[in-house]
């Protein structure tokens, strides 16, 4: 198969983990015989440096022509620290997002076995679990009109969504849940936003296109309690922009780390996929970032936008056997774990591609 990537690696530990990513996915090729061709492009603070705008237009350019992008992260603690900023970092992530009619996040929250004692949640409570969250990715108070008035004291940021946003990810959410187990949490907050009683009325009426799924309305409050309460109650999640940024950060703490998590974001083109976790400016430069969750974001851009179902296996296959046999990075090491297994993000990504280049990998 040929097939061109963008990869678009971003600021802090986005081109420490994306190295990684890309590393895996030349190694498939070659062992699956596909062509892969890549090219790369700035975002976020990268791209505001070298060109004044956090998404340049020759990124986007590149992004429409591919057939696939793989994303590292932006954020700068500069912005961070100063919200007047008028040009973000982040504006190149929304704005990409918008351009390439990226509407449905796909947030699977994978568990290894072997991570079980690196979460801060009971084992007991956590075998079991596998969510696929579907965030809405194009409405919400992120694109909603943002003001404040002109004594600066009053702000406000409008949560605004239409019928054909929460239609079109709705109906994507139960078809993966009718391929999975059929169940379909949708997560809102009616009992107090509009928008919110907007997306739960349109969600009902997809419903009745799908008997076979078995549909629950959940506020986001007892939602959030439910997940690390109970969270095998849930299967597939269908949430908005804002609830979802926030749940699978809390999710994230099922699969150990904020490192473990990847994400595809899907809709009308190339397919964008991405770890969740942010430039990390704690831990950038200094070889402890955890590069799995871009090399499961590998894996899902093979498996969604390739349909390579057994490439996308054998990677998810080699970070099990990785794990299995001891090694963690830093985020996901408890104390059992041998102080020599602990490795930088670069032996990370090394011990990944040498388990995926053993012939018998089962
Ligand atoms: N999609 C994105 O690009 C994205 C998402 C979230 C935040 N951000 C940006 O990232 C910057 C930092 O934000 P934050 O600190 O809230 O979130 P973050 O995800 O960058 O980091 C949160 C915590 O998780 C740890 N962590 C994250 N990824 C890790 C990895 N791969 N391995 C080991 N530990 C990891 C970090 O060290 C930190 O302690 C901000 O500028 C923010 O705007 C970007």
């Given at each position: 198969?040929?097939?061109?990537?963008?990869?678009?690696?971003?600021?802090?530990?986005?081109?420490?983990?994306?190295?990684?990513?890309?590393?895996?996915?030349?190694?498939?090729?070659?062992q699956?015989?596909?062509?892969?061709?890549?090219?790369?492009?700035?975002m976020g603070h990268a791209g505001i440096e070298a060109t004044g705008n956090p998404l340049p237009d020759e990124t986007l350019e590149k992004a429409k022509a591919s057939d696939a992008i793989l994303?590292?992260?932006?954020?700068?603690?500069?912005?961070?620290?100063?919200?007047?900023?008028?040009?973000?970092?982040?504006?190149?992530?929304l704005k990409i997002r918008k351009e390439l009619g990226l509407y449905a996040n796909l947030r699977p929250i994978m568990l290894f076995d072997e991570l079980l004692d690196a979460s801060s949640l009971k084992p007991a409570v956590l075998r079991g679990t596998d969510i696929l969250f579907f965030r809405e990715l194009t409405g919400d108070v992120y694109f909603g009109e943002k003001s404040r008035s002109e004594d600066r004291n009053t702000a406000s940021d409008l949560m605004i969504y239409h019928r054909y946003e929460v239609e079109r990810i709705a109906?994507?959410?139960?078809?993966?849940?009718?391929?999975?187990?059929k169940r379909l949490c949708s997560v809102d907050k009616a009992n107090v936003l509009e928008s919110s009683r907007l997306w739960r009325e349109v969600v009902q009426e997809i419903a009745k296109q799908y008997p076979d799924v078995e549909t629950e309305h959940m506020f986001i409050d007892n939602a959030a309690m439910q997940l690390v309460k109970n969270p095998k109650k849930f299967d597939?999640?269908?949430t908005a922009n804002l609830f979802g940024d926030i749940l699978t950060d809390e999710a994230s703490q099922i699969a150990g780390s904020m490192g473990m998590l990847a994400s595809a974001s899907v809709g009308d083109g190339t397919g964008f996929f991405e770890p969740i976790h942010g430039s990390a400016h704690d831990i950038a430069g200094q070889?402890?970032?955890?590069?799995?969750?871009?090399?499961?974001?590998?894996?899902?851009?093979l498996e969604i936008s390739f349909g390579l179902k057994d490439?996308?296996?054998?990677?998810?296959?080699?970070?099990?056997?990785?794990?299995?046999?001891?090694?963690?990075?830093?985020?996901i090491a408890d104390t059992l774990t041998q102080p020599d297994k602990i490795l930088g993000t670069k032996a990370m990504g090394e011990m990944v591609l040498q388990f995926l280049s053993k012939p018998a990998l089962t």
């Open positions: 198969m040929k097939k061109h990537i963008l990869v678009i690696p971003g600021d802090g530990i986005g081109p420490e983990v994306t190295a990684w990513g890309k590393a895996v996915l030349e190694q498939i090729a070659s699956y015989g596909h062509e892969f061709t890549y090219d790369e492009a700035l994303f590292g992260a932006i954020g700068h603690i500069k912005y961070d620290n100063d919200p007047s900023a008028k040009v973000r970092p982040e504006q190149g992530l109906h994507k959410a139960y078809q993966a849940a009718q391929a999975r187990s597939v999640v269908l070889d402890k970032a955890n590069p799995l969750a871009s090399i499961l974001s590998v894996a899902l851009m490439e996308a296996k054998r990677i998810t296959t080699a970070i099990d056997h990785v794990l299995k046999a001891g090694y963690r990075t830093g985020d």
